[in-house]
């Protein structure tokens, strides 16, 4: 079983994140960013190291980056693409090996306070 766990901000973000894809562009478009975000997490927990992350030091955590755009091929349902992904995850590995996804950024924001922000909230 594919495993992670969601950080109290991170869950805020994702209902930030959806909440802003509805009133943007629908309810089908929140339905297949859902989606897509569920997708990414689960890729992560299944393979913390795949292609596509990047590690970075932040103090005394390592926490890794993968934007969600490394994995829309996977995404099933809803059936349709998103256009533009535009989220990183970021997240760390835990001492027990579970996948903790610490929160979100924007691909336009300023990522190193962005970062900096995330980890100041776990």
């Known amino acids: ?3 992670y766990r969601l950080a109290g901000p ?3 973000q994702i209902d930030d994140i959806l909440a802003w894809s509805q009133d943007r562009f629908g309810e089908r ?3 297949r960013y859902a989606a ?3 997708t990414a997490m689960e890729d992560l927990a299944a393979d913390p190291q795949q292609a596509g992350v990047s590690w970075t030091r932040l103090g005394q955590i390592e926490v890794g980056l993968y934007h969600i755009g490394h994995s829309p091929g996977h995404v099933e349902d809803p059936a349709g693409r998103v256009g533009g992904p535009r989220h990183i ?4 590995v835990g001492s027990d090996g579970i ?3 610490l929160g ?3 691909e336009r924001m300023l990522r190193s306070r962005a970062l900096r922000r995330v980890v100041a909230g776990i």
């Open 1 to 3: 079983m594919i495993e």
């Open 10 to 12: 991170a869950e805020a």
């Open 89 to 92: 995850v970021v997240f760390r």
């Open 29 to 31: 478009a929140r339905e």
């Open 104 to 106: 979100f950024i924007h």
């Open 36 to 38: 897509l975000l569920v």
């Open 99 to 101: 996948v903790d996804i």
